[in-house]
């Protein structure tokens, strides 16, 4: 009985065995099965990774191509498929490289819609990105497929004139604005140049206008471990194409001037009619890269502020840091651009003012100016001059007329619009006001 039991046993496990060896051979076809599951349009690909990511032979027992090797290849497949095994299932896409020296099957998780392309960058269209210094990485890139809304335009957008600068821009513009932004230039202004080494990429980006959505190319760098928008394409473009690496043709210290535009109005766009209202009170402008922008040719490209922007060329007001600027006959002194009290700077450079030379003072924002005469030993307001800007691009000049002492300032009166510019060539109206005498604006005092 016992020799039955032990023979019994022996015939079992010899019948288990073949068994088990029967199922771990199997043939390819009985052990791997392959079904489409959505055919597309011939689409490229590139991995969304910087870990390794193979390519499967169709009977998932091999790895064809480890395509971290292979960061500038373009992956073209027109099907998702779902590959099963006896213990395995997963959705993959059939590639194939141009050459088709690389083709199998890539897990959908490792790959995202992307192109190389030569001497430029990655694009990304899913992404909205149109060409990016670096590819994309999954776990530093949004993973949302919506278009982002840009921080960095601000203003009333007039949909006319914003036409040219919606275009996406020509495959050879974007390959020259990525490659003249990704190598260190101390000429770019700094929020633009900022750790650009870490990455640089130019999107379509919303921006609103008249209650409509529009996409606006921008330019986004990588400072702080996220993307971030910092200016509109085409200032850059034309930046791009500056000889020397688009260095200056003047510079300013803000250390030794305050300089400015008057009036205050910036643009993102070569054409001011874009923005009927635009970037406010912005400054210092410490570098004037060219002249003769626009179409009237009375613009020029400068850094203000850290940001690329056009100006009227007339407008821009350069004024001493350290001492009254004397112009005309009148004294001026402007806002510090320095970490330094606004109170405490105005008053150290009014007290060096020689009183014999001239009686009359003008303090200088970038939204116009108040004046102040010198008598009986002191500084009095007099008046108050400033620009309103309208949602229609007119600007309404207004003075107020000021009594009082220096420190305890009153209105005299209800506010007077004196002129309204229009057209074009309001902002180059703007500096008549501050070229005028002190005595001119008498006719509108009481």
Request: aromatic share 12%.
């Amino acid at each position: 009985m016992h020799k039955k039991f032990t023979l019994a046993i022996l015939a079992a496990g010899l019948l288990t065995g073949s068994i088990v060896s029967i199922q771990s051979t199997p043939s390819a076809s009985a052990k791997t099965k392959i079904t489409t599951n959505k055919t597309f349009k011939k689409t490229s690909f590139l991995i969304n990774t910087r870990k390794s990511v193979y390519v499967w032979n169709a009977s998932y027992t091999k790895k064809l191509a480890n395509l971290k090797n292979y960061p500038h290849t373009n992956l073209y497949s027109t099907k998702r498929v779902t590959i099963r095994t006896s213990s395995y299932y997963g959705s993959y896409y059939y590639v194939k490289s141009a050459n088709h020296k690389i083709k199998g099957y890539v897990w959908h998780g490792s790959l995202v819609p992307g192109s190389y392309i030569k001497g430029g960058g990655y694009r990304y269209p899913t992404k909205h990105v149109l060409m990016s210094s670096t590819p994309y990485n999954k776990k530093d890139w949004s993973t949302s497929n919506d278009i982002r809304q840009t921080g960095r335009v601000f203003g009333v957008m007039n949909a006319t004139s914003m036409k040219p600068y919606l275009k996406v821009p020509t495959t050879s513009q974007q390959k020259q604005v990525i490659n003249f932004l990704k190598k260190k230039n101390p000429n770019v202004p700094k929020m633009i140049e900022n750790r650009v080494s870490r990455g640089v990429r130019i999107s379509m980006m919303k921006l609103y206008i008249s209650g409509q959505t529009v996409e606006l190319p921008m330019i986004e760098t990588y400072p702080y471990h996220y993307w971030m928008d910092v200016n509109s394409f085409y200032p850059v473009l034309q930046l791009s194409k500056l000889p020397n690496r688009a260095k200056p043709i003047r510079t300013y210290s803000d250390a030794k001037t305050v300089t400015t535009v008057f009036g205050s109005r910036t643009y993102d766009f070569e054409d001011p009619t874009a923005q009927s209202t635009s970037n406010m009170e912005e400054g210092p402008i410490t570098k004037v890269y060219g002249n003769g922008y626009g179409p009237n040719h009375d613009l020029s490209l400068v850094d203000c502020r850290d940001r690329l922007r056009y100006v009227t060329t007339k407008n821009i007001i350069s004024i001493s840091n350290n001492q009254p600027t004397l112009r005309d006959g009148i004294w001026y002194v402007a806002p510090s651009y320095q970490f330094v009290s606004i109170g405490g700077h105005e008053q150290k450079l009014r007290n060096l003012i020689d009183t014999s030379k001239s009686t009359d003072y003008r303090y200088v924002t970038p939204n116009g100016f108040t004046q102040y005469k010198y008598e009986n030993n002191s500084w009095n307001p007099k008046f108050g001059l400033s620009f309103d800007f309208q949602k229609n691009g007119d600007v309404k000049v207004t003075i107020h007329q000021l009594s009082g002492t220096l420190n305890h300032p009153k209105t005299v009166g209800d506010p007077q619009t004196i002129a309204t510019l229009t057209g074009a060539n309001a902002d180059a109206e703007m500096m008549t006001y501050l070229n005028h005498s002190a005595g001119w604006y008498d006719q509108y005092l009481q």
